[in-house]
């Protein structure tokens, strides 16, 4: 999908988009940490409630697609960024709502929360979707792997600004306080929405064009999503996202008890750590952003290539993982954790950016249900993730006697999800026939060598 050259966006565009990343980021990063943390620490209940609740936030993604569809049938993605972020604006005032009533009525404070979070994640689907398709829409193919870069960096602006400032007026601690707070940064967050979306889209397309294809604006939701599954790329992207996020979602989740139960680091030493894996995160979104973007504007323009890399590096980089496990301390951990953060926010880039360019491939006016199919596939991994690697890790542990062993294999697992990956976006590269296929065919070894001696490693560790 190229847009046209009098319809591309410019810098402030791609930014005014970032804008709203950002917005949908603070809403979200409230919901999941700050009132997480109330739930278990100010009101002493189980962690698995609020894990249960950002587990069911991830569970409603699946109506992605559904939502998807909604824009395309009105050809319009305004009207849906806009009722998404007022929806999960609703969603995070009332998570705050609910834990300040847990206070008093438990189980209302529970129904509330449930509703809640049902919002936030419909409001994500519905904006977060359409924003995408939007980007995708209106950004030239050269500036895509750059404008990826930015908008994912002005989200992850948006978690530390908000972040930082709610801690600010949080304290000292109230459930008013959390209430003010939250309302605050909704009202903010819809306020910035409305300005930066405001006129960003453009006329509608040409009733001409839509004449041209009534097919496509009049097609059953069911018949549509059916549709764009048999595209062979749209699923095998779908596949790969969900396989790719499935290993990346694991691994934060058990990367500061590993610190801790192996390298002996305090909380605080394994918090550092967990920074350094968002600086190597940060530096490699720009390595594809910058390089990728010069090598776009001579011609060499696939991502592919980087998708199969960024996932080769990111299971080369679990695999030290697993000999930090076993090797115990003499391990360079932080380096370790540096190259891991680096290559995947290498994948972050690739990946988006190569939804954008694929978005638009097949039939017309399906944008928004691949958009929302990919978006599905990311938020049920995501919801898996944390719950796999968990389970994953309590039963190594059950089953080993060394806790670093025990890490390994999960690890060692991750390692091989993102092999496979690695071959699922070499194939996307062969099905499109584009550029860098030699690149790709050594990316896809080296993934499928790494792959094997996870494999080996893990099963060397179980027998062990």
């Known amino acids: 999908m190229q847009a046209h050259p009098a319809q591309s966006l410019g810098w402030i565009g791609i930014a005014r988009i970032g804008l709203v990343q950002a917005a949908l980021g603070s809403i979200v990063v409230l919901a999941t940490s700050t009132i997480n943390r109330v739930m278990v620490v100010e009101l002493a209940l189980p962690a698995i ?33 806009l009722g998404g972020m007022l ?45 995408l398709v939007l980007l995708a829409k209106r950004v030239a193919a050269e500036q895509r792997p750059a404008a990826a870069t930015l908008v994912w960096l002005m989200m992850i602006a948006g978690f530390i600004v908000t972040t930082v400032l709610a801690g600010h007026f949080l304290e000292p601690f109230t459930f008013s306080r959390l209430l003010w707070v939250t309302a605050s940064v909704g009202v903010a967050a819809l306020a ?74 305090t909380p605080g030493q394994s918090t550092q750590l967990s920074g350094l894996l968002h600086s190597g995160v940060f530096g490699g979104m720009l390595t594809v952003g910058i390089v990728a973007s010069w090598l776009a504007r001579r011609g060499s323009g696939t991502l592919r290539p980087w998708m199969v890399a960024s996932c080769a590096l990111s299971a080369c980089a679990l695999l030290g993982l697993v000999a930090a496990g076993l090797v115990g301390p003499g391990w360079p951990l932080k380096g370790n954790v540096i190259a891991l953060g ?30 929302g199919l990919w978006g599905a596939a990311q938020g049920i991994a995501f919801g898996l993730g944390g719950i796999s690697a968990s389970g994953a890790s309590d039963l190594a542990h059950a089953l080993l006697a060394s806790p670093g062993a025990a890490y390994a294999v999960v690890f060692g697992l991750e390692a091989v999800l993102f092999g496979v990956a690695a071959h699922l976006a070499r194939g996307l590269e062969a099905a499109s026939g584009g550029q860098g296929v030699g690149f790709e065919a050594r990316g896809v070894r080296a993934a499928r060598a790494v792959a094997r001696l996870g494999h080996d490693y893990a099963a060397g560790i179980e027998r062990g």
């Not at 129904?111 to 994500?124: D, E, H, Q, Y």
């Open 192 to 265: 910035t929405t409305l300005l930066s979306v405001w006129g960003l889209e453009g006329p509608r397309e040409p009733v001409a064009a839509a004449r041209a294809n009534p097919d496509s604006t009049h097609t059953p939701f069911r018949l549509a999503l059916r549709q764009v599954w048999e595209e062979p790329a749209a699923r095998r992207l779908a596949l790969f996202v969900f396989v790719s996020m499935l290993a990346y979602s694991a691994e934060e989740l058990i990367l500061d008890p590993f610190a801790g139960a192996v390298f002996g680091m």
């Open 49 to 81: 409630l609020p894990g249960a609740l950002v587990a069911l936030h991830y569970l409603v993604q699946l109506l992605r697609p559904r939502l998807g569809y909604g824009s395309d049938v009105g050809e319009r993605r305004t009207p849906w960024i």
């Open 87 to 131: 929806v999960l604006v609703c969603g995070g005032v009332g998570a705050a709502g609910a834990a300040a009533l847990m206070a008093h009525d438990r189980l209302e404070g529970i129904a509330l929360a449930v509703l809640a979070f049902v919002l936030i994640g419909v409001g994500v689907g519905a904006c977060g979707t359409s924003l």
């Open 342 to 371: 680096w290559a995947n926010g290498m994948f972050t880039v690739a990946a988006v950016s190569s939804m954008m360019t694929l978005v638009g491939r097949g039939r017309e006016r399906r944008e928004g249900v691949r958009m």
